[in-house]
């Protein structure tokens, strides 16, 4: 399945598939931050989903979102049927019925029992069967270039929760987030590191812009790899983790998630060098 990012005359950071919801086409983000599929009340409306009032949610900046459920979504992706369970509603952020965006798809929910692989390389989305060894080996054998990490979940919510650091400090609870824009931790992962100028982070589905001070020259430690990063926002504090690996990084890997919180996740990233050579 194509993996885009264009929405009319300009791209955005985040990764989204073509979707056909009740016959009528929109784009849909690949958000492995989202704990559930989300459709805009807006699409909903149009399409004749039935919604019920839910309880309000918690955006990634905080900010209280109003919802709505809406039980079981039938959607089709290039062709292949997906039946989307306990769909939840939000009012559209601002810019996405002019992107022609609809919500969001949490992919390691798409398919149970399934892999979901985001090939942010070669913008291509699989949905896969099979044991880890297999899918590991499959993985290898498509790109070969890359380091393959296998990085145990850590305990939390049903986004996608790892370990990692910023180098020299210790290992945190961090998401890996495709809808995420920057990389960012904590004031408490990182102490002593905020001496840089105010930054944008990115903004949540309710519209809060959240921001932090931007540091250079910072490695990111992620199970056997040391990723550099061009800039860090450091945070002074986020929801339930203290760490946020963002599209800044997770463009030019290949990522590979469950929803089964005892599988792996499974991450390719560019091969780290040696020094010395040999």
């Known amino acids: 399945m194509p993996i885009t990012f264009d929405v009319g005359d300009r791209q955005t950071h985040a990764p989204m598939v073509e979707v056909t919801v009740a016959g009528t086409a929109t784009k849909l983000i690949l958000d492995t931050g989202s704990t559930d599929h989300i459709l805009t009340i807006e699409l909903a409306a149009q399409v004749g989903l039935e919604a019920e009032p839910g309880e309000p949610g918690t955006d990634s900046t905080g900010a209280s979102v109003p919802s709505w459920s809406l039980g079981e979504v039938e959607v089709e992706i290039a062709g292949q049927a997906f039946a989307l369970r306990d769909v939840v509603a939000i009012t559209a952020p601002?810019?996405?019925?002019?992107?022609?965006?609809?919500?969001?798809?949490?992919?390691?929910?798409?398919?149970?029992?399934?892999?979901?692989?985001?090939?942010?390389?070669?913008?291509?989305?699989?949905?896969?069967?099979?044991?880890?060894?297999?899918?590991?080996?499959?993985?290898?054998?498509?790109?070969?270039?890359?380091?393959?990490?296998?990085?145990?979940?850590?305990?939390?919510?049903?986004?996608?929760?790892?370990?990692?650091?910023?180098?020299?400090?210790?290992?945190?609870?961090?998401?890996?987030?495709?809808?995420?824009?920057?990389?960012?931790?904590?004031?408490?992962?990182?102490?002593?590191?905020?001496?840089g100028p105010?930054?944008?982070?990115?903004?949540?589905v309710g519209g809060t812009e959240s921001f932090g001070a931007e540091v250079r020259g910072q490695t990111l430690i992620v199970g056997e790899a040391r990723l550099p990063l061009e800039a860090l926002i450091v945070s002074p504090e986020m929801d339930g983790r203290?760490?946020?690996?963002?599209?800044?990084?997770?463009?030019?890997?290949?990522?590979?998630?469950?929803?089964?919180?005892?599988?792996?996740v499974i991450w390719q990233v560019a091969r780290q060098r040696k020094w010395p050579p040999g």
């Open 198 to 204: 105010q930054a944008s982070s990115g903004r949540g």
């Open 242 to 264: 203290d760490g946020l690996v963002g599209m800044d990084v997770l463009r030019g890997t290949v990522l590979t998630v469950s929803g089964d919180p005892h599988r792996p």
């Open 94 to 195: 601002a810019p996405f019925p002019g992107w022609g965006v609809g919500g969001f798809i949490s992919p390691q929910h798409l398919q149970p029992g399934a892999w979901a692989v985001l090939d942010l390389t070669a913008d291509r989305f699989f949905i896969v069967d099979g044991e880890e060894a297999d899918v590991a080996g499959w993985l290898n054998e498509r790109t070969p270039d890359l380091q393959l990490l296998r990085l145990e979940r850590a305990p939390g919510d049903a986004t996608i929760l790892v370990r990692a650091a910023i180098e020299p400090f210790d290992e945190v609870v961090t998401m890996l987030d495709s809808g995420g824009k920057r990389t960012q931790f904590t004031q408490a992962a990182v102490a002593g590191v905020s001496d």
